[in-house]
């Protein structure tokens, strides 16, 4: 069992940054895929980016490419979220999830995938 609880988020102005940080329980973090998620009022759960067990690999929503890097350090037990150059159209609740694929490397896009869930941060970007 992974629980997961992210923090970090808050109100910005657009072209301002964030770092969101995803803290685990349980050793078997290191072995798992993690992904970042997001959902904005009345609209389904999408896709932000997703990095592999070892971080070696990344994946990305193609709306956030080039503004957003997703890193882990696996001796703490976190994932973080860099978000530069935010617009309003990233403001939602971002949640952090882990797919317990053993050394996941998936970067699945797909909710679907992903078997433990935090409770989501707030992220509000004004214009």
């Known amino acids: 069992q992974v629980q997961l609880v992210e923090s970090g988020g808050g109100l910005v102005q657009a072209g301002g940054s964030l770092r969101l940080s995803c803290a685990a329980s349980?050793?078997?973090?290191?072995?798992?895929?993690m992904g970042w998620f997001r959902q904005a009022p009345g609209k389904e759960r999408e896709f932000v980016a997703a990095?592999?067990?070892?971080?070696?690999?990344?994946s990305y929503a193609d709306s956030v490419k080039g503004r957003f890097t997703i890193s882990r350090d696996n001796a703490q037990n976190t994932v973080r979220l860099q978000m530069s150059s935010l617009k309003p159209e990233d403001t939602a609740v971002y949640y952090c999830a882990a797919d317990k694929t053993w050394l996941g490397s998936r970067l699945d896009p797909a909710t679907g995938s992903y078997d433990y869930w935090g409770q989501g941060t707030q992220v509000t970007v004004s214009s």
């Open positions: 349980g050793r078997a973090f290191s072995r798992y895929g």
């Open positions: 990095i592999s067990w070892s971080g070696g690999s990344t």
